[in-house]
């Protein structure tokens, strides 16, 4: 069973860093373009960052420039996205998504295949 599990959400305080992991299992995340996207209440899915099959390719959404970083590990099978410096602006749930066919040349949700059931992230002070 192919599935991807998140972690390392929880409650921080502004300007706070954070680092979530996203571990796959079932398949290798090598070759696959993954992302990570978030949703806020009453807000639709978008777009975080994400890295393209190959890795030569990332894109991410103007609220985070400056402020992400993706990472993959083959080795681990997990792919990891660390945020700096956190706002009120990124509370969410964060998840994490796999596609094998997908490019990374526009971070959006559609068309992702393999989804994690996502991790709560709450900025407040």
């Known amino acids: 069973q192919r599935q991807l599990v998140e972690s390392g959400g929880g409650l921080v305080q502004p300007g706070d860093s954070l680092t979530l992991s996203c571990a796959a299992s079932g398949f290798s995340l090598d070759g696959y373009t993954v992302g990570w996207f978030r949703q806020a209440p009453g807000k639709e899915r978008e777009g975080v960052i994400c890295?393209?099959?190959?890795?030569?390719?990332?894109s991410y959404a103007d609220s985070v420039e400056g402020r992400v970083t993706i990472s993959r590990d083959i080795a681990k099978n997990t792919v990891s996205l660390q945020i700096i410096d956190l706002k009120h602006e990124d509370t969410a749930v964060y998840y994490c998504?796999?596609?094998?066919?997908?490019?990374?040349?526009?971070?959006?949700?559609?068309?992702?295949?393999?989804w994690g059931q996502g991790t709560q992230v709450t900025v407040s002070s």
């Open positions: 890295l393209s099959r190959g890795g030569g390719t990332i």
């Open positions: 998504a796999a596609d094998q066919y997908l490019s990374a040349t526009r971070c959006r949700p559609r068309g992702y295949e393999y």
